[in-house]
């Protein structure tokens, strides 16, 4: 007898079908039978109904799309059957070798099932039952990941099978596993991208990456809005139905409820499967969403037994990848960017324009040389490729298109970032802005100031430089003197707490700041001079400088050929060396450190006194933190080369001695099982005092 909630029950099942009719109608078949406004009242009285009658809601409801919270991480999931990649030919002449192994293999060429290549990411989906149980990503092909909660959000993966296509299933199989591609369309990719944009986000690189990122969403209701799509196109278990080729495969899909792509071809002769290559390619442009190429795949499946796997690719089927797409647009500027580094890139700035799938209005020129050796022109119309279809080059220019008194391009004679002159060394591709008040190269210094080698300023790192430089606080690294444990503390970290208020550095970690900023003042000079960041000045060098001028403005008063004489240098690093000391804002810098109290001058010795080189030939290394003395390892390390030691990294049999400190670890070990004489932090400072070895060492 009829109850009012057996007539619930038949009515939400009733529902439920005709809507994933229309769904199936609508995203699987591309021809929708009732309109979109019908088709939100069918969901609206199913959400209504569902509402009333929770205890009837149940997973495969199309109202039961979105779930919740993915978690942390996806899980793993062990593919059965793995998932393989695909082999490439890379035009129509390698397309025809593997036609020619097939037909060697076979005796002749069989019936051949060619697809479009969709340019997406490998998805696996298992049905048990008829009902979706698991979607799972390719991973490396053994393993991938759990995507089940965000593929549900996709429309056009069905949640339960059709039934007429149940019966295709071997009997006693519950489990069966389809594949295929997820994908985004290049509309909804344009979209996301904007949006992004505005938000100040990271647009994706292209359609593929954007549909692989929305799948991997912590939040299904992310991916639910990014219009993701599917199309299914091979079975994990060929025994699992009882079809016996692709072509059949593709019509069960279809069958079965799963979006499958009209445009395929059962070809019998070379020159048909030539021919759907071709056509593809001529397609890809109007196609609503990217292909990379052309699947052609035996069709039997008894045949593909036959050729079976390599170890990444099946050997029935070939992926003849397109050529990356080209376009031609209008040049309008070059613009040179400043990197963190100080070299400067040549920017195109191109008239926006399509390409492989998303809009390219910048690439990068690489260098001056590069701009020359392509001769673009401003007002050329230059071609636009994507490299590996990713990255958007600039191949060249149409001469013939070139307008009338285009002038060949020149590097500019300063900075973009800061008008100081650029410099261009021999041997080198790249122009460079050397100076140190460049705010392009502000926070790489900054950076660089507080490192271990250099003035070693403990609690400085990439954050906190970032929010002082966007504080104002810091532009150059004689700011940081100027820092006060008082305006330090207000900064704000560029995050809210909870209540909504700006989190501040506070005033004990700015006190620390401060005394850790005071305390570098005192760091060798070397440090100091590796600190400032010259080019090709690493702390090396810089001790061979310090050892020979040893102070500031000794150094600055050196020739180029005085610099070149000192060992280890040769004539490019004196000439890098003599520009960056002469270049005007690096020199004020410089004052201003000086002023500051920072070190200017090996301390050692007053200027002038060659230290006794009593152990020269003898080689340390330093290990453990020197507790006793306050000094760093790099202030022994200096003081013990200045009286011509050497100073190594690492323990071997010539090595003289090893200091130990505190908390030394394996390098004291080694010493000892090579009987390296070891010596402690005491031992050390009368060493540095009297410049002769303990007695007995
Ligand atoms: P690749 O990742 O470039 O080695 O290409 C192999 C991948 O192409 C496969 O793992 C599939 O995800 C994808 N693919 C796209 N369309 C098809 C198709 N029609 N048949 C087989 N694989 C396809």
Same mark, same amino acid.
């Given at each position: 007898m009829a109850t009012p909630e057996t007539d619930a029950a038949a009515r939400i099942e009733a529902l439920r079908r005709e809507i994933e009719h229309h769904t199936y109608r609508y995203y699987a078949l591309d021809d929708p039978e009732i309109s979109d406004a019908a088709f939100d009242s069918l969901m609206r009285e199913l959400r209504e109904l569902e509402a009333l009658h929770p205890e009837l809601i149940d997973p495969t409801s199309p109202t039961q799309r979105v779930g919740g919270y993915v978690g942390e991480q996806f899980a793993p999931v062990m593919h059965e059957q793995r998932m393989y990649s695909l082999?490439?030919?890379?035009? %129509?002449?390698? @397309?025809?070798?593997?036609?020619?192994?097939?037909?060697?293999?076979?005796?002749?060429?069989?019936?051949?099932?060619?697809? %479009?290549?969709?340019?997406? #990411?490998?998805?696996?989906?298992?049905?048990?039952?008829?009902?979706?149980?698991?979607?799972?990503?390719?991973?490396?092909?053994?393993?991938?990941?759990d995507v089940t909660a965000n593929m549900r959000t996709v429309k056009d993966v069905p949640l339960r099978l059709r039934e007429g296509a149940l019966s295709a299933i071997t009997a006693d199989r519950e489990r069966i596993e389809v594949r295929g591609e997820v994908y985004m369309p290049k509309h909804s990719f344009e979209v996301l991208n904007l949006a992004a944009e505005a938000d100040g986000k990271a647009p994706f690189a292209n359609p593929r990456n954007a549909a692989a990122g929305s799948l991997r969403q912590k939040d299904p209701a992310v991916t639910a809005k990014r219009d993701l799509s599917t199309f299914l196109y091979a079975i994990a278990d060929q025994q699992a139905l009882t079809v016996s080729g692709q072509w059949e495969l593709l019509e069960w899909?279809?069958?079965?409820?799963?979006?499958?792509?009209?445009?395929?071809?059962?070809?019998?002769?070379?020159?048909?499967?030539?021919? &759907?290559?071709?056509? *593809?390619?001529?397609?890809?442009?109007?196609?609503?969403?990217e292909i990379d190429g052309v699947v052609v795949k035996v069709n039997s499946f008894a045949d593909q037994a036959r050729f079976g796997f390599t170890s990444r690719a099946p050997r029935w089927a070939i992926a003849f990848k397109f050529p990356p797409e080209e376009k031609t647009t209008k040049l309008l500027g070059i613009t040179v960017q400043v990197g963190r580094t100080g070299a400067l890139t040549p920017v195109a700035e191109l008239e926006p324009v399509v390409v492989a799938g998303s809009t390219v209005a910048r690439a990068t020129l690489h260098n001056e040389d590069e701009v020359h050796r392509k001769d673009v022109r401003i007002g050329d119309t230059v071609i636009v490729r994507k490299a590996g279809d990713v990255i958007p080059e600039v191949v060249g220019a149409v001469d013939s298109l070139r307008p009338a008194g285009a002038r060949e391009w020149k590097m500019p004679a300063v900075c973009p970032s800061c008008g100081s002159p650029i410099i261009r060394e021999e041997g080198e591709v790249a122009c460079r802005c050397i100076s140190i008040d460049c705010p392009?190269?502000?926070?790489?210094?900054?950076?660089?100031?507080?490192?271990?080698?250099?003035?070693? /300023?403990?609690?400085?790192?990439?954050?906190?430089?970032?929010?002082?430089?966007?504080?104002?606080?810091? #532009?150059?690294?004689?700011?940081?003197?100027?820092?006060?444990?008082?305006?330090?503390?207000?900064?704000?970290?560029?995050?809210?707490?909870?209540?909504?208020?700006?989190?501040?550095?506070?005033?004990?970690?700015?006190?620390?700041?401060?005394?850790?900023?005071?305390? #570098?003042?005192?760091?060798?000079?070397?440090?100091?001079?590796?600190?400032?960041?010259?080019?090709?000045?690493?702390?090396?060098?810089a001790e061979a400088l310090v050892r020979r001028f040893r102070t500031m403005d000794d150094l600055m008063a050196a020739s180029e050929?005085?610099?070149?004489?000192?060992?280890? /240098?040769?004539?490019?690093?004196?000439?890098?060396?003599?520009?960056? @000391?002469?270049?005007?804002?690096?020199?004020?810098?410089?004052?201003?450190?000086?002023?500051?109290?920072?070190?200017?001058?090996?301390?050692?010795?007053?200027?002038?006194?060659?230290?006794?080189?009593?152990?020269?030939?003898?080689?340390?290394v330093l290990t453990g933190t020197l507790t006793a003395s306050g000094m760093s390892r790099d202030e022994a390390?200096?003081?013990?080369?200045?009286?011509?030691?050497?100073? *190594?990294?690492?323990?071997?049999?010539?090595? #003289? &001695?090893?200091?130990?400190?505190?908390?030394?670890?394996?390098?004291?070990?080694?010493?000892?099982?090579?009987?390296?004489?070891?010596?402690?932090?005491?031992?050390?400072?009368?060493?540095l005092d009297t410049g002769q070895l303990p007695e007995g060492k």
């Amino acid at each position: 007898m009829a109850t009012p909630e057996t007539d619930a029950a038949a009515r939400i099942e009733a529902l439920r079908r005709e809507i994933e009719h229309h769904t199936y109608r609508y995203y699987a078949l591309d021809d929708p039978e009732i309109s979109d406004a019908a088709f939100d009242s069918l969901m609206r009285e199913l959400r209504e109904l569902e509402a009333l009658h929770p205890e009837l809601i149940d997973p495969t409801s199309p109202t039961q799309r979105v779930g919740g919270y993915v978690g942390e991480q996806f899980a793993p999931v062990m593919h059965e059957q793995r998932m393989y990649s695909l082999d490439n030919a890379m035009d %129509l002449d390698e @397309l025809d070798a593997w036609i020619d192994r097939v037909v060697d293999a076979l005796g002749e060429l069989p019936p051949l099932c060619c697809e %479009l290549k969709i340019d997406g #990411s490998s998805i696996a989906l298992t049905y048990e039952n008829g009902t979706l149980l698991r979607a799972a990503t390719r991973g490396d092909g053994t393993t991938g990941e759990d995507v089940t909660a965000n593929m549900r959000t996709v429309k056009d993966v069905p949640l339960r099978l059709r039934e007429g296509a149940l019966s295709a299933i071997t009997a006693d199989r519950e489990r069966i596993e389809v594949r295929g591609e997820v994908y985004m369309p290049k509309h909804s990719f344009e979209v996301l991208n904007l949006a992004a944009e505005a938000d100040g986000k990271a647009p994706f690189a292209n359609p593929r990456n954007a549909a692989a990122g929305s799948l991997r969403q912590k939040d299904p209701a992310v991916t639910a809005k990014r219009d993701l799509s599917t199309f299914l196109y091979a079975i994990a278990d060929q025994q699992a139905l009882t079809v016996s080729g692709q072509w059949e495969l593709l019509e069960w899909l279809r069958e079965a409820g799963f979006h499958v792509n009209p445009d395929v071809r059962l070809c019998t002769s070379r020159e048909e499967v030539r021919a &759907f290559c071709e056509a *593809s390619l001529q397609m890809r442009e109007t196609l609503p969403y990217e292909i990379d190429g052309v699947v052609v795949k035996v069709n039997s499946f008894a045949d593909q037994a036959r050729f079976g796997f390599t170890s990444r690719a099946p050997r029935w089927a070939i992926a003849f990848k397109f050529p990356p797409e080209e376009k031609t647009t209008k040049l309008l500027g070059i613009t040179v960017q400043v990197g963190r580094t100080g070299a400067l890139t040549p920017v195109a700035e191109l008239e926006p324009v399509v390409v492989a799938g998303s809009t390219v209005a910048r690439a990068t020129l690489h260098n001056e040389d590069e701009v020359h050796r392509k001769d673009v022109r401003i007002g050329d119309t230059v071609i636009v490729r994507k490299a590996g279809d990713v990255i958007p080059e600039v191949v060249g220019a149409v001469d013939s298109l070139r307008p009338a008194g285009a002038r060949e391009w020149k590097m500019p004679a300063v900075c973009p970032s800061c008008g100081s002159p650029i410099i261009r060394e021999e041997g080198e591709v790249a122009c460079r802005c050397i100076s140190i008040d460049c705010p392009a190269q502000a926070h790489e210094r900054l950076l660089h100031w507080a490192s271990r080698g250099a003035m070693d /300023i403990e609690g400085i790192g990439e954050e906190l430089v970032s929010y002082l430089v966007a504080a104002g606080m810091l #532009s150059d690294v004689a700011d940081y003197y100027n820092l006060t444990a008082d305006v330090l503390a207000e900064v704000s970290r560029g995050r809210v707490n909870k209540a909504g208020e700006n989190i501040r550095i506070g005033r004990t970690v700015a006190e620390k700041l401060v005394a850790a900023i005071e305390v #570098s003042k005192g760091r060798p000079f070397a440090n100091v001079l590796f600190g400032l960041g010259l080019r090709h000045v690493g702390k090396t060098t810089a001790e061979a400088l310090v050892r020979r001028f040893r102070t500031m403005d000794d150094l600055m008063a050196a020739s180029e050929e005085d610099l070149a004489a000192v060992e280890g /240098i040769g004539p490019k690093v004196a000439r890098s060396t003599w520009l960056f @000391l002469h270049t005007p804002d690096n020199m004020a810098v410089i004052d201003r450190l000086r002023k500051a109290g920072v070190t200017m001058s090996e301390e050692v010795m007053a200027p002038g006194d060659e230290a006794p080189q009593t152990l020269d030939g003898l080689t340390f290394v330093l290990t453990g933190t020197l507790t006793a003395s306050g000094m760093s390892r790099d202030e022994a390390s200096a003081r013990l080369k200045a009286m011509g030691a050497k100073v *190594s990294g690492s323990v071997s049999k010539k090595t #003289s &001695f090893v200091v130990a400190g505190e908390a030394a670890g394996s390098k004291l070990a080694k010493a000892e099982s090579l009987g390296v004489p070891v010596l402690d932090e005491d031992d050390l400072l009368r060493i540095l005092d009297t410049g002769q070895l303990p007695e007995g060492k």
